[in-house]
């Protein structure tokens, strides 16, 4: 059974502080990823990363970068919290034989 | 820009009765079609997947692809009120996955 984690549920900061996201899956997959989600917005892509070490940007990049030293973590940085990133974040990993992401529980970031 | 687009609802639908979830993409590149649930609060969870024009079905839930048309649906028989959720409709393209914003469906008792 596919197990996706993420290192918070809920999680308050302020503006102006930087911000750890960790996601973690225990299936070997190669492929990972970050999404934020909004109400009316669906699914937004942040960052992906095809294995270790390797990382491409998604359709909303801007104030985010990540990290993938290992193949079983993805992090994912805010560089300096905004409030606009008040969201939902997701992250994912991907069966590449069926092309099916698996979600983590998700991270609810709030920033004051 | 690659899209899929679904209808977001809500969509109100009596127990018991055939729920229909549609979408449409709009890269004809597409090969993989995925139906995802989301309960509130939660992450997504994958319902069905499907790879060839037909209709697939798996229990209560039918997958339609129509790749002429660029259409895919989502059927729900004997809908019940635990089925109530946002579904999210996801295409693949390019190695990545486009996701549709989603439609909340509701199952009244």
């Known amino acids: 059974d596919v197990k996706v984690t993420q290192s918070s549920r809920y999680l308050v900061k302020r503006t102006g502080e930087k911000v750890f996201l960790e996601c973690v899956q225990d299936m070997d997959h190669e492929n990972m990823f970050w999404y934020r989600q909004d109400p009316g917005l669906g699914l937004r892509l942040i960052y992906f990363s095809y294995d270790v070490k390797m990382k491409e940007k998604g359709d909303i990049p801007e104030g985010y970068s990540v990290s993938r030293e290992k193949k079983e973590r993805f992090s994912l940085i805010l560089e300096s919290a905004s409030t606009n990133q008040t969201s939902m974040y997701l992250c994912?990993?991907?069966?590449?034989?069926?092309?099916?992401?698996?979600f983590g529980p998700g991270t609810r970031l709030t920033v004051t | 820009q690659k899209e899929v687009e679904q209808n977001s609802g809500p969509l109100s639908v009596p127990e018991g009765a055939i729920a229909s979830l549609n979408c449409t993409y709009s890269?004809?590149?597409?090969?993989?079609f995925f139906w995802y649930r989301q309960y509130s609060g939660k992450s997504p969870e994958l319902i069905m997947f499907?790879?060839s024009n037909g209709d697939k079905e798996d229990g209560r839930f039918t997958a339609q692809l129509n790749k002429a048309s660029q259409y895919v649906s989502l059927l729900i028989r004997d809908s019940q009120p635990s089925d109530s959720a946002t579904y999210l409709c996801a295409v693949s393209s390019n190695y990545q996955l486009i996701w549709g914003a989603g439609t909340k469906l509701i199952i009244k008792p």
């Open positions: 890269d004809r590149g597409s090969q993989s």
């Open positions: 499907i790879y």
């Open positions: 994912a990993s991907r069966d590449l034989t069926t092309y099916e992401q698996y």
